[in-house]
């Protein structure tokens, strides 16, 4: 069977839109079929998380105000405003970019993808409560290039983890009811960036706050029980990785992925962060295979590993790593917003065989 990826407008209601940047349409016959669990199902408010979710940043909020309009190739948006913006003091909450986000959402039907990323983006006062702080250096080559100094709650400290379920229950009770929230990001127990379950750090490091296996695996579970609790009606999306203080060692990631598909079935919508075109994203690396061992029936997401319109990557490239999520089972793709309304990227078609 030929499956043939076009762009028509006739088709946003019954494709996954899948962009580079512009028009990329998975026609409704190659999608993957997602069974919601028994409990979402009697639940009318819940839609399907598919398609291609543009990735918006607190700063980026007035660009997708300018560019929403035309971006009706998108089907939804990942919202990533991190604690120290939500939470600026302990007994302060400022919702006004979500708020916003929000808004623009039900204006032009986009569905949404709620992410509070914490790790290195949480306020100075945690530590006043007494949680453990970590600092460390760190060289990031995707998305924001550059090295440079950071400080961290420890991942597993118990008053960090207190205060996360704290505000992940805050945000329930204002958006938790919204039709337009079609899932949760379980966060924080990472330093970096808060999304993903990797500890990229050194063993000496990891010793120095004493790391063990049972620690950081707890740690996620703890907060998709507190994401699940409080947001019932909508999905969990999670980030695996692999990447641990004594190199690349699956074993976390599969046991919190294990744990997670057991406790809440097909309610996980199991991602990667780091989809690309580059030839070493293919079956037999560990790095994919976590991903996409096992379980046929949970649903799958890829976000791009890069804001790759800064590097003017060509659009053959970006149409590859797209295609490279399609193959591996992703049912949604996630892209940054400045890739989203790069013009270069308009237009891409795929076509590819299947069975």
């Not at 909450?93 to 509070?116: H, M, V």
């Not at 744990?259 to 075109?277: F, N, P, Q, S, V």
């Not at 295979?289 to 800064?310: C, F, H, L, N």
Request: aromatic residues 10%; proline residues 5%; hydrophobic residues 35%.
């Amino acid at each position: 069977m030929k499956m043939i990826l076009r762009s028509s407008a006739s088709d946003l209601s019954r494709s996954l839109m899948l962009l580079a940047g512009g028009v990329l349409a998975l026609s409704a016959s190659s999608c993957l079929s997602t069974t919601e669990t028994p409990e979402l199902k009697t639940q009318d408010s819940i839609k399907k998380h598919q398609g291609v979710f543009a990735i918006v940043r607190s700063k980026e909020i007035d660009t997708l105000e300018a560019n929403i309009e035309q971006m009706k190739h998108i089907d939804g948006i990942t919202i990533y405003t991190g604690l120290s913006k939500i939470r600026p003091a302990k007994d302060q909450y400022d919702w006004t970019p979500i708020d916003r986000i929000f808004e623009l959402c039900a204006k032009y039907d986009k569905k949404i993808n709620l992410a509070i990323p914490a790790g290195r983006w949480s306020p100075e006062w945690i530590y006043a409560e007494g949680a453990e702080k970590f600092s460390w250096r760190m060289k990031e080559d995707y998305v924001d290039p550059g090295e440079a100094n950071w400080t961290a709650p420890v991942p597993w400290d118990p008053v960090y983890l207190k205060i996360l379920k704290e505000t992940a229950e805050k945000a329930a009770e204002r958006y938790k009811d919204s039709p337009l929230l079609v899932s949760v990001q379980v966060t924080e127990p990472s330093l970096a960036n808060g999304l993903e379950a990797n500890l990229n750090i050194s063993r000496k490091q990891a010793e120095s706050i004493k790391y063990s296996p049972e620690k950081f695996i707890n740690a996620w579970k703890y907060m998709f029980d507190a994401y699940a609790n409080a947001f019932p009606k909508q999905r969990l999306s999670w980030c695996i990785h692999d990447m641990m203080p004594d190199g690349r060692n699956p074993v976390p990631g599969r046991t919190i992925r294990d744990w997670a598909i057991e406790k809440y079935g097909k309610r996980l919508d199991l991602m990667i962060c780091y989809l690309t075109y580059e030839d070493w994203f293919k079956s037999g690396n560990q790095a994919v295979d976590i991903w996409t061992e096992k379980y046929p029936d949970i649903q799958r997401g890829a976000q791009m590993v890069d804001i790759y319109s800064k590097k003017k990557l060509p659009k053959q490239q970006y149409e590859k790593a797209v295609r490279n999520g399609l193959t591996h089972g992703a049912s949604f793709i996630e892209i940054f917003l400045d890739d989203a309304i790069y013009p270069d990227y308009k237009d891409i078609s795929l076509e590819r065989s299947g069975k």
